[in-house]
T-cell receptor, first 115, second 115 residues
Framework: DGGITQSPKYLFRKEGQNVTLSCEQNLNHDAMYWYRQDPGQGLRLIYYSQIVNDFQKGDIAEGYSVSREKKESFPLTVTSAQKNPTAFYLC??????????????FGSGTQLSVL | DQQVKQNSPSLSVQEGRISILNCDYTNSMFDYFLWYKKYPAEGPTFLISISSIKDKNEDGRFTVFLNKSAKHLSLHIVPSQPGDSAVYFCAASAVSNFGNEKLTFGTGTRLTIIP
């Protein structure tokens, strides 16, 4: 049963704390992405990775970090430098980043809130 | 700079009638367009797409129309059903050296189907 698994579903962060959101896929997709959803602002791209051990900043990368040590995994760390971390975070993947007309497959999301 | 705009944050339609969701874009390099459907606390799911070489694509009750000269696309759902109640995101991408990548999303339209 292939798909994208995000964990945890809900996460709380204390002031000054770093937290890591997990994203795992078993679709054998090359490319993975992290988006953030805020009310009224749609989905904004944080980071994306086209291949293992490589990733690029998206439109709102400040205060976030990622790693891509395995094809299946693309964890996102929300650092203390991110001053407004409360949002719904979505991980996605696509077959390749080099193909044309690719569509993204999304996980079920993680809601991050600040205590 | 919002390159993909969905100017109607919400839309209510009677069950059985046609739902029309609109999307405008400003980047003339966009050549692939998608619609995603999203339920609360879940990830978006792909609905339908259209390439810029076409002006219409149909899939069951869902039809997407593209007007390149007006930089406008629309999603028609007919007949509308209660299960169609969700937030709909328009997205667009442009061909780069790596193929299509980095979808840009609109802010979404919340569709409510009234029984």
């Amino acid at each position: 049963d292939g798909g994208i698994t995000q964990s945890p579903k809900y996460l709380f962060r204390k002031e000054g704390q770093n937290v890591t959101l997990s994203c795992e896929q078993n679709l054998n997709h090359d490319a993975m992405y992290w988006y953030r959803q805020d009310p009224g602002q749609g989905l904004r791209l944080i980071y994306y990775s086209q291949i293992v051990n490589d990733f690029q900043k998206g439109d709102i990368a400040e205060g976030y970090s990622v790693s891509r040590e395995k094809k299946e995994s693309f964890p996102l760390t929300v650092t203390s430098a991110q001053k407004n971390p409360t949002a719904f975070y979505l991980c996605a993947s696509s077959i390749t980043a080099g193909g044309t007309n690719e569509k993204l497959f999304f996980g079920s999301g993680t809601q991050l809130s600040v205590l | 700079d919002q390159q993909v705009k969905q100017n109607s944050p919400s839309l209510s339609v009677q069950e059985g009638r046609i739902s029309i969701l609109n999307c405008d874009y400003t980047n003339s390099m966009f050549d692939y367009f998608l619609w995603y459907k999203k339920y609360p606390a879940e990830g978006p799911t792909f609905l339908i797409s259209i390439s810029s070489i076409k002006d219409k694509n149909e899939d069951g009750r869902f039809t997407v129309f593209l007007n390149k000269s007006a930089k406008h696309l629309s999603l028609h759902i007919v007949p509308s059903q209660p299960g169609d109640s969700a937030v709909y995101f328009c997205a667009a991408s442009a061909v780069s050296n790596f193929g299509n990548e980095k979808l840009t999303f609109g802010t979404g339209t919340r569709l409510t189907i009234i029984p």
